[in-house]
């Protein structure tokens, strides 16, 4: 397991939790296209967030390991829009992966943008992610 933390950058016309709401809830689509969701489905985001408590910036929480299986049916347009500071090159190797991979599986570190910063734990901490613990607080 490779836990890695996403922190997703605000645009114009998003906040950061908009943001990673609308990008975490395409990966869930990447399994499950909304063309083949059933009435009762539910479900929006494939990963949890967290929320910087200065800051109030989110981050996905993720597993670069984690296998994520690409629906024949999936359409990445949205989430390409999501992310504008990507450069179309790395767009169309993205969808050219993702194209040449449904049906499969992929690990999810391998579709992470080159222009996403990544965190590790120890790196989340030092840049004070986690909240102290309230014993610390009184201690």
Not at 48 to 57: A, K, N, R, S
Request: with cysteine; net charge negative; hydrophobic share 35%.
């Amino acid at each position: 397991m490779s836990k890695i933390y996403l922190p997703v950058q605000p645009t114009e016309d998003m906040t950061s939790e908009e943001r990673a709401i609308a990008i975490n809830t395409e990966v869930y689509n990447l399994r499950c296209p909304e063309s083949v969701k059933q009435a009762g489905d539910v479900r929006l985001m494939y990963y949890g967030t967290i929320t910087h408590p200065l800051t109030t910036q989110v981050a996905l929480t993720t597993d670069s390991e984690d296998m994520i299986y690409v629906h024949p049916a999936v359409d990445i347009t949205i989430m390409l829009s999501l992310m504008p500071e990507i450069p179309q090159e790395e767009k169309d190797q993205l969808s050219a992966y993702i194209d040449a991979n449904r049906g499969g599986s992929v690990p999810f570190g391998t579709f992470i943008p080159t222009t996403s910063e990544q965190l590790t734990e120890e790196e989340a901490e030092l840049a004070g992610w986690f909240p102290p613990e309230l014993d610390e607080l009184e201690g």
